[in-house]
């Protein structure tokens, strides 16, 4: 079966394609989970010694390598293009738990057969791993998932994201998120007693969506996003050259102050900043995807965005834990490293690619008894619901933190409870 009888050909998908649609949105989409996949398989390192299951990261090895999640921290991307997507679909008055409930159901449905394959996969393999292997391997497990958190509460913000109609109220909103997160950052690093205030911080994903509002209301010209990128670019480098961040943009062990998790301001000026490159950069992606091969390689991409995102995990860990089995650990150091790494990515990419094909039907296809609940009005029912996808995606989130096991797995349970109580709110297929 050749690929062009498995996805639509390219004359299909511009047949089909609206004459306004904003093609850049779906390339910078798509170009930064494809960079997010790219990266881990990247830099993932792993060993096992004494039944011990490492889990590392080239960052820890070359200030270069941390550099260069300057470049390739594009996750703040995935929330910008989501929001600019998603925010003229929201009528003023409508029923925010109706169109939450919409986006959450796309979202989910490739999450409950993510959950259930590691749940049978953990089943499997706790008797057959060392303790500290499996306890690894479940811990990384449902990692990912902190950007399906995050991403829900985005969501959920869009009705008061999509008050942002003028230049002043794009720039007052942006500054005041920055100035209270500069704040929060002040106090936890004079006190560590005050340390939890930091996770106030996840505010900061709201900026991208700020942004993100901004290009779809054409707030402001490329050459003015351009010149905000620069901008931001020099204070980010002052914060690392005079203030307590560190280079790395991604978590690595040996952060002191880590500006992942919870965001610090370093993290928030990055978002800034890969924003305004982004819409100064929007005018030549468009004109790039006018090309039908572009177009079809970003619309076939992203009706399967979820599924590489998702399944390319447990492809990684499978991938790691063969070599280390088979005593080819790649790890910084060991003999024939190179190597080693060249023959991971060739398997990479033979997975991710088979995952894609084969499984993105998952995300696609409708779910029995998840899809199809409406709420058409605005109203109690429309707000619990709501609610409850907002409970779903901070417990989402707290989940992805612990993995598969010990207060991770009573977080999987909130979210499921949350995501089963807004679906059987939602039980009338068109009445509000």
């Known amino acids: 079966m050749g690929v062009t009888s498995i996805f639509p050909t390219a004359v299909a998908i511009e047949s089909a394609t609206p004459a306004n649609r904003d093609r850049a949105i779906d390339v910078i989409r798509i170009a930064s989970l494809i960079g997010v996949v790219a990266g881990h398989t990247i830099m993932a390192t792993s060993m096992i010694a004494d039944g011990v299951f490492t889990w590392g990261n080239l960052?820890?090895?070359?200030?270069?390598?941390?550099?260069?999640?300057?470049?390739?921290?594009?996750?703040?991307?995935?929330?910008?293009?989501?929001?600019?997507?998603?925010?003229?679909?929201?009528?003023?008055?409508?029923?925010?738990?109706?169109?939450?409930?919409?986006?959450?159901?796309?979202?989910?449905?490739?999450?409950?057969?993510?959950?259930?394959?590691?749940?049978?996969?953990?089943?499997?393999?706790?008797?057959?791993?060392?303790?500290?292997?499996?306890?690894?391997?479940?811990?990384?497990?449902?990692?990912?998932?902190?950007?399906?958190?995050?991403?829900?509460?985005?969501?959920?913000?869009?009705?008061?994201?999509?008050?942002?109609?003028?230049?002043?109220?794009?720039?007052?909103?942006?500054?005041?998120?920055?100035?209270?997160?500069?704040?929060?950052?002040?106090?936890?690093?004079?006190?560590?007693?005050?340390?939890?205030?930091?996770?106030?911080?996840?505010?900061?994903?709201?900026?991208?969506?700020?942004?993100?509002?901004a290009y779809r209301r054409r707030l402001f010209t490329a050459r003015t996003a351009l010149a905000v990128g620069v901008a931001m670019f020099a204070v980010n480098v002052a914060l690392v050259w005079f203030g307590p961040y560190e280079l790395s943009l991604v978590g690595i062990d040996t952060q002191e102050l880590k500006n992942m998790m919870p965001p610090s301001l370093l993290l928030t000026g990055h978002a800034i900043m890969m924003c305004a490159f982004a819409i100064a950069a929007a005018p030549a992606v468009a004109r790039w995807a006018g090309g039908p091969r572009v177009w079809r390689l970003a619309v076939i991409g992203n009706s399967g965005a979820m599924t590489l995102y998702l399944w390319h995990m447990p492809a990684l860990l499978a991938v790691h834990l063969a070599f280390d089995y088979l005593g080819m650990d790649r790890w910084p150091g060991q003999p024939n490293f190179w190597t080693i790494s060249a023959a991971q990515v060739a398997v990479m990419a033979v997975l991710v690619c088979g995952s894609f094909v084969f499984l993105r039907p998952l995300e696609n296809d409708p779910l029995p008894l998840w899809d199809g609940g409406h709420v058409t009005r605005a109203g109690l029912r429309s707000a619990v619901v709501g609610a409850l996808l907002c409970v779903a995606g901070a417990a989402t989130l707290a989940a992805a933190g612990w993995g598969l096991k010990d207060e991770g797995l009573d977080y999987v349970l909130v979210v499921l409870a949350a995501l089963v109580g807004a679906r059987l709110l939602a039980r009338d297929t068109r009445v509000g």
Request: aromatic share 16%; with cysteine; net charge positive.
């Open 59 to 213: 960052l820890t090895t070359s200030p270069v390598f941390q550099a260069l999640t300057w470049v390739f921290q594009i996750m703040p991307l995935f929330f910008f293009a989501g929001v600019a997507a998603s925010v003229g679909s929201w009528e003023p008055g409508g029923s925010w738990g109706g169109w939450l409930l919409k986006r959450c159901t796309r979202l989910y449905r490739p999450v409950f057969y993510y959950l259930a394959f590691w749940a049978a996969a953990l089943v499997v393999l706790r008797p057959l791993l060392p303790t500290r292997v499996y306890e690894s391997i479940a811990g990384i497990s449902i990692q990912l998932l902190w950007f399906l958190g995050v991403y829900v509460v985005v969501l959920a913000a869009v009705p008061l994201l999509a008050r942002i109609t003028t230049v002043a109220r794009f720039v007052g909103s942006v500054t005041a998120l920055y100035a209270l997160i500069a704040l929060v950052d002040g106090i936890r690093v004079h006190d560590a007693a005050w340390s939890a205030l930091g996770y106030l911080n996840l505010v900061a994903w709201l900026i991208p969506g700020m942004f993100g509002v």
